[in-house]
């Protein structure tokens, strides 16, 4: 079965500091990857994707991922973090042939201390 | 700029109240979709659909149904509303087959059952 797993429920972090959260999924020939990032009591929003072309993918807001179709990986990156990047991160996977629906993981939740 | 509005922010009803989530979309996107959220969980899909009047189950429809009269309008129907659906509740749509099945998502509705 198509799956996402997130593999750290929580993540602390003092500010400043890099992160990285990590994705991986269950393999596939193809695949779309995508990054959400939802604030408390919002709803989500886009933080980036990958669809084709560079293995590593910019962002909003400083992060980028990068996709390793070997590892099947798409882990989360940012090199300094800020308060306001505390939040719940989600990692999402769209297989071809499915022409609908995205695959989610669980979730990361991000803790950004002072 | 793309936009998913949910009719409530917040919403309090009793036991065996009938309930109804609204979704409209301005994007002219074929699909909609209904996911519940609870914390440890992730979203749980609990209906989609992929045209007007179409639809299909999600992973958790038990207790729900959906109504998609209009390609902007997917509501959602807790026939029977009961403690146990007390949850946030998150709508979101994309266009078929396009950008890798990116979803956009309205700001949610977080639903208690008295």
């Known amino acids: 079965a198509q799956s996402v797993t997130q593999l750290d429920s929580q993540v602390p972090v003092f500010e400043e500091a890099p992160v990285e959260l990590r994705c991986n999924y269950s393999s596939s020939v193809s695949v779309y990857l995508f990054w959400y990032v939802q604030y408390p009591n919002q709803g989500l929003q886009l933080l980036l994707k990958y669809l084709s072309g560079s293995t590593l993918v910019k962002g909003i807001n400083g992060f980028e991922a990068e996709f390793n179709k070997s590892q099947t990986s798409f882990h989360l990156r940012k090199p300094s973090v800020h308060i306001s990047d505390t939040a719940e991160y989600f990692c999402?996977?769209?297989?071809?042939?499915?022409?609908?629906?995205?695959?989610w993981g669980l979730g990361t939740s991000l803790a950004v201390n002072p | 700029d793309v936009k998913v509005t949910q009719s409530s922010r917040y919403l309090v009803k009793r036991t065996g109240e009938k309930v109804f989530l609204e979704c409209v979309q301005d994007m002219d996107h074929e699909n909609m979709f209904w996911y519940r959220q609870d914390p440890g969980l992730g979203l749980r899909l609990i209906y989609f659909?992929?045209?007007?009047?179409?639809?299909e189950k999600g992973d958790i429809p038990e207790g729900y149904s959906v109504s998609r009269e209009k390609k902007e309008r997917f509501s959602l129907i807790l026939e029977s509303a009961s403690t146990n659906q007390t949850s946030m509740y998150l709508c979101?749509?994309?266009?078929?087959?396009?950008?890798?099945?990116?979803?956009?998502f309205g700001p949610g509705t977080r639903l208690t059952v008295l």
């Open positions: 979101a749509s994309s266009a078929y087959g396009g950008q890798g099945n990116e979803q956009f």
């Open positions: 659909s992929y045209d007007v009047k179409m639809k």
């Open positions: 999402a996977v769209s297989y071809a042939g499915n022409n609908r629906k995205l695959i």
